[in-house]
């Protein structure tokens, strides 16, 4: 789990909206741990069903604006603008990328 934290942080998760700046390590740590759950195949970054189920893990736990994100069914628009590079993968470089 830390591998996730330590690659990407609390700053790559502020680019999805679901930390905010003033968000705890306890809040960054579960938000992380989320990511990895969401990663099924454990390959280090999300296609789009593992980013649903990432945002709803985080909507769940009340991290950021997952809520938001959920309850107004935005999941395509965030996954859209985090996928940089188009190829259908939201990976750490590009939540950083986002949070720039």
Known sequence: MRAYANVFGAIGLLALGVLPANATSQTAEMA???????????????VYDEFVSFIDMN???????????QS???????????????????SPAELQNAAR
């Open 59 to 69: 909507a769940a736990a009340n991290i950021g604006n997952a809520g938001r994100v």
């Open 32 to 46: 992380a741990r989320n990511y990895q759950a969401a990663d099924q195949d454990g390959d280090g970054v999300l």
């Open 72 to 90: 107004r069914g935005l999941y395509a628009r965030a996954f859209k603008r985090l996928d940089g590079n188009g190829d259908g993968f939201v």
